[in-house]
C-alpha cells in the first residue's frame, strides 16, 4: 500500500519532520510517499495561506492519482483543499491531519484541547471540530504563539500548555494542532501523562484502515471528479478538459 | 459609498447579470462596482472550482481595498474564499451571498429551502447552513440540475422547484442558490406567493447596513492582514512583503 | 421608504434616542417615523414588563399598517411581541433590534458578547439568541446594572464591559442590549477597537434591505392575519372583526 | 395542597374540561382550583391571541398568589406568559400544560408527536419543544385544522392523527396539543396502543412534585419580582407599586 | 398505588436512606416499596460498578412485575440499566434519580449543577443530562470527593459546594447527584436560598403522575419484552423462556 | 501486535465470522485473539441481552490484560460495556464496532445510513450515533427484521436495503448494523457502488492505528481503575480487591 502525504506548504524541512512521524505511523506492507507543493506559501499561518495553498495540493493530489498512490494525507492542521481533493481522488480516501488528530482523540477521550501554533488559527481549528462532529469534545484552543517553521523547537512550550489544558475541566487528551509538530508527541505524552495525538500519525492510520477494509471516499454525487472546465489567466493549467 | 461586487468566476455575462440584481437593491447613494477576476474557473459547480476560485477572489479584494472600496460582496453561493478576503479586507464588511440569502431567509421566515443548480453542490450549501447558524432553518435543498452558466433562463424550473419546496414541512421561503438566478428573484415571487431571496441583493442590503452604522468586520485576531510571508513557484505574485 | 420604529417602553425620551439612532442609519430615501405606545410599562426590565409592553406594540403595528408604513423595527432588545406583530403586518418586515444586533454581529465577526442593563434580563437574551440560530455564537451577556431609564448616562461602565469582554475568548465583537444604548455605539466603538453594535441601526437597515428586494415577512401560514374573534373586558378593543 | 389551573382563554366551557382533566389527575389531598381570567380572547389560535391572554393569565397568578395557592398550571398549549408569570409566583411552581406534556412524554418514550388543532399553532409547538430541549424528540406536529372551540368534540380525528404519526419513524408517544383535547387522552390511548399525553394532567402531577419535595421556581435572579413601576394607558393597573 | 424503589447497590443502609426519602415525597395513596437486590457492587463510583449493578436491579424489576408494582425508580445518579428496565416492565414507568432530577431542575430553573460524589462519575453524569436533552441546562457537575457510603455525613461539603456553583454565571439550582444525599435536600436548601433537588423525591413524584395519568413507557418496538434466549454461565437464570 | 476481539455473545459461530473479518482487516504484523465469553445471552437483540452481555464483556477484557492483549474490540454493535471495559483496560485501545463504523463513515462521506438486524435495536443505534458525535452525519436506521444468529445468510436483503437507504436524501455510506453481517461488506459494496463499512475491520484498523501511534485510552479519571469494593450474591466474582 502506497499513501502520499501531501505538505501543503513549501518549505522541504517540514516535509522531512512530516515523512518521518508518518513512516514510524506506518504498518510494515505500508509505503509512505512524502511530497512537498511547487507552488504557495512558506507556511500556513492563516485563511490567506490556507487558500493559496490549494493549488499547490490540488496538483500533489493530481499526480498522486496519476502515481498509483492509494490514499492521501493532507498534513497541515487547516486541512486545507480537502473536498477539492476528493473530488480529484476518485473514490480513494484523502484524510486531513486536523480531521485525524481529533477523530482519534474522540476515540481516546471524553474531551480534548488542540495546542498550536498561533492564536489567529484557532478560528479555523474551531470550524473543523465542530463541522466533523466534535464541537462538544473539543473543549479548548491553546496557541504558543510561535510561528509554524519555528514550532519544531518549541516542544517545552507545547508541552507546559498540554499539562495547562489538561487541568481543564474536560480536558482528558491533546490534539498537537500543526505537522511542525510531529515529532513531538512521544515526548510530550512523556511528560503530560495522557493521550498526546499527532494527527499525521493517526492521518497514516485511517487512510490505511480505510484502503485495508475497502472503503475508500465517495466517488459520486458530491465528490465526483469535477467537471470538464476551462480555466483562464495564471490557473489556465488547471482546466479539466473534456472526457 | 462604494461597494466592489465580485463574480468569483471569470464569466463576463454573469458578472453583468450580478451587477443588474445588485444596483437595484443599492440605495440612491450606492454605487456598486461589479468585477470579474483575471484568473480562475469560467463557472463554479463543485468544490474543485470554488477553491480554485479563490486566487481570483483575493486579487480583486486586494484591488478593492487598494482602490477605496467600502465593502465588498462575494457573488458566488459557495462564499468562496470568504475567511482569506476578510483578511485582505482590514475591517471593511465582507459578505458571500449564501451567508446574505441565509440570513434575510432566517429574518423572513422561519424555515427555508435552498433552490440551486447542481446537487452536487448541495454538501456545500449544507455546510454554510450550519457554520452560518441555520443548520436547523435550512429545510433543503434542491438542485435543478442546469449548469451554472445557463440557469439564467430556467427560471421556470426553479419556479416549479420553488413551488415544490413550499408544500413541504417547515419551508416558507426560498433562497435562490446561484447569483446566475439573481434577476429571476421578482419572477419566482410573484409565481410562489412567498419569500424568494436573491443573495446578490441580500449582500447589498447587508454591506450597506454595515457600513452605515460603521461596523466592519473584526481587522484584529484571525481576521488581521496576513502576515509577510513568501510564496513560491505560479503563485509568487501573492507574497505579502515586509511591512 | 418608510419605517416605523415602535419604542416598546412610554418613555417618550427614549423614543428620542431611538429616533436619532434610528435616522443615523437609514439611506437618504427612507424615511423614519418613531413612535410611542399609548400603553404600558415606563422601561422594560424584566418578562413581566416585556409581556405587558406587548399590547401597546401590537396597537402600533396595526396603526402603522393603516397608515402605509412599509417595515417595522421594534426597539426593546427582548424583542417584544416579535411574532404577533407578524400576524398584523401582513407581509411587512417586522424585526426586533435583539435580532439585528445579533444578525449583524454574526456577519461581523465569529463570536459576540452582549452587553445590557440588568443581569435579570440576560436570560431573555439567551432565549433570543438560541432561537435565531446564534447560541454558539453569543458567547456572554454582561449586565452594567444600571436601569433602562438611566442607561443613556452610563457609555463609560459600557465601555468598560465591552473592554472586558472582549479579553474573553470567543469574544469579537458587541452587542449593545438596550435600545437606550443606541447612541453610544459610535463612542463605545473608539474605545475598543472592535466592532459595537447598535441593534436599533441595524435593524433599520436590514428593514431597509427586505423592502429594496422586495422580501418581507411571510404572510401565509403561522405568520396570517389573525383570526376573527372576541376579546373580552379590558383588552376587547384588541378583537379582530369578521372579514 | 391547592393547584391553582388557569385557563388562559375566556371561554367558561374550557375551563371546565380543564378543571375535570386536572382533579382527574390529582392526589386525594389536592385541591384543583380551576379560573378562568376577566379579559383576553375567546380562544387562542396565534401569536396575536396568544400574547393578549397574557395580561389576563397575569391578573389570576397575582389573586392566586394573594389566595395562597401552592403552584400554577397554565392550561394553553402555547405556555402564554410562563416567565412572566413565574416572576408574579415568587417561587412557587409555575408549568405550562405544553411543558408538561413534552416533559412527561420524553420520560414516556424517545420521541413523540404533537396533535393539535390549527396548523398555524404548529411554529409555537416548535419553539417551546426546542426551548425544553426536546427539539430531536419531538418529531412531528400534526394539525386537524378544527378551532379550539370544537376540538373536544374531534375526538376521532385527533385519534386518527396519532394513528398515523405513530407509524412514522420515531414516534412512540403522543403529546396532545390544546387544552381543549384535555379529556380525549384515555379514548384515544385505547385506540392507538400507544402513551397519550394530556398536558393539563401531566402539570397538575408535576406541580404537585414540586410542592412536595419543596422545590419551587427560583425567585431570584431571573425571576425575582417585578420592580415596582409605573403603567399607563389601558394597562395602568399592572403597575408595580414601591415595596 | 405502589411504587417499588430499587437501590442499585447492596448496602441496605443507604436502602433506609433512599426508602425515607421516597415516602416524604409520596402522596398519602402511595405505598413506597424499597427494595435491595442480592447480588451486585456494594456502591456504585464508576462504568463498572455500574455495569454489574444491572443484572441486580433487572431481578428486581422483574420482581415487582410479578408481585404487582406499578411503577418504579432506580436509585442510584447514573441511572444504571434502565433501558433493560423498560423492557421488563411492560409499560410501567421506570424513572431513574438522574433523569427525574433533571427534569425538576429543567423545570424549576433555566440552568442547574450537579453536586456529585467523585469527579469520576462525572462523565456519566454529563452524558445522561445530554441524553436527556439539558445539555445546554446542565452548567457543571462539582464533585465533593466523598465515597458513596459516606457521604449522607457530608452534608456540609455538599452544601459549600452547592453554594459555589451557584455562584456560577446560569447555575440557578442544584442537583443532588448521589442516592445517599436523598435526604439533605431541604438542609442545603435552608442554606443556599435555591431549588435543591433530590432525584429520589422527584422521581416518585414523576412515577406518580404517569400512573394517574395512565401514561406508562412505551411497551411495544423498542421496548416490548426481552426475546426469548439462552443466557449461559453464570447468567443462566437469566435466559427469557420462550413463550 | 495483538488485538483481543471479543465477541459480546456466546455463540461461537458469530466468533468465527468476526474473526475472519479481523484478520482480513489487519496489518501482517498484527495477531487476531477472537475470543468468546463464558457467559451470557446466545445473541443481543434489545437492551436486556445487551446489558447482561457485559459481565462476559468485563471478563474478558481483564483477562486480555492479564494475557498481554494491546487492544481490545467489542463486536456488537450496541458497543455493549465500553466504558467499564476502559477502567478495566488500564490505557490500552478498547473500540466498539458501532463507534468504529461510524467512525469511518464520517470520514469516509458527509451522511450514511446503519442497516441493522431488528427494529428495537435502532435506538441504541440512535443514542451511540449521538453519543460519538454523529447525530447529523447519521441519516437512518434501517432494519431487515432478521434475527442475529440468521442474518450471515441475509445478504441479499441487507444489499436491498442498502441500496434503498442511498436514495435518500444525504446518504453517502452504509454502516453495517450487526458483527454478524461483517463477511458480507464487499459482496453489498459490489452490489451497491458506495463505501460499506463493516465495524469489525474498522475497529481493528483504529486499535492498530492507537496502538502504533502510542495514543491509548485514557487511564486516569474517570477512566482510572475500578476501585476496590465487595461484590455479593452471584456477581461476588467480580469484587475489585484491594491493591
Known amino acids: 500500500m502506497r499513501i502520499r ?52 495540493v490540488l496538483t500533489e493530489v493530481a499526480r498522486g492519482v496519476e502515481e498509483g498512490a492509494d490514499g492521501f494525507v493532507l498534513a497541515c492542521f487547516g486541512d486545507p ?3 477539492a481533493a476528493r473530488e480529484l481522488a476518485q473514490g ?7 480531521q485525524a488528530g481529533m477523530h482519534v482523540a474522540a476515540l481516546a477521550a471524553r474531551g480534548f484541547a488542540v495546542v498550536t501554533t498561533l492564536s489567529r488559527t484557532a478560528g479555523r481549528a474551531w470550524d473543523l471540530a465542530r463541522g466533523y462532529g466534535f464541537g462538544d469534545r473539543c473543549v479548548e484552543v491553546l496557541a504558543c504563539e510561535v510561528p509554524v517553521l519555528a514550532v519544531d523547537s518549541a516542544a517545552a512550550m507545547v508541552a507546559d500548555l498540554a499539562k495547562e489544558a489538561l487541568t481543564h475541566e474536560g480536558v482528558e487528551a491533546i490534539v498537537l494542532g500543526c505537522a511542525g509538530m510531529a515529532e513531538m508527541a512521544a515526548r510530550v505524552t512523556a ?8 494527527g499525521v500519525g493517526a492521518a ?3 487512510v490505511e484502515t480505510m484502503v485495508r477494509i475497502g ?29
Request: aromatic share 4%; with cysteine; net charge negative.
Open 5 to 56: 502525504v501531501i505538505n501543503p506548504n513549501t518549505s522541504e524541512s517540514m516535509t522531512q519532520t512530516i515523512k518521518t512521524s508518518a513512516q514510524a505511523a506506518a504498518a510494515p506492507d505500508v509505503v509512505i510517499e512524502a511530497v512537498t507543493p511547487t507552488m504557495g506559501p512558506a507556511s500556513i499561518e492563516g485563511h490567506y495561506d490556507e487558500a493559496l495553498a490549494v493549488p499547490g
Open 81 to 83: 483543499g480537502m473536498d
Open 92 to 98: 480513494r480516501p484523502v484524510i486531513g491531519i486536523a
Open 191 to 198: 511528560e503530560v501523562h495522557a493521550p498526546v495525538i499527532d
Open 204 to 206: 497514516v492510520g485511517l
Open 215 to 243: 472503503v475508500g471516499g465517495c466517488a459520486r454525487g458530491e465528490y465526483a471528479h469535477p467537471l470538464p472546465k476551462r480555466y483562464t489567466g495564471l490557473l489556465e493549467g488547471f482546466s479539466i478538459p473534456q472526457g
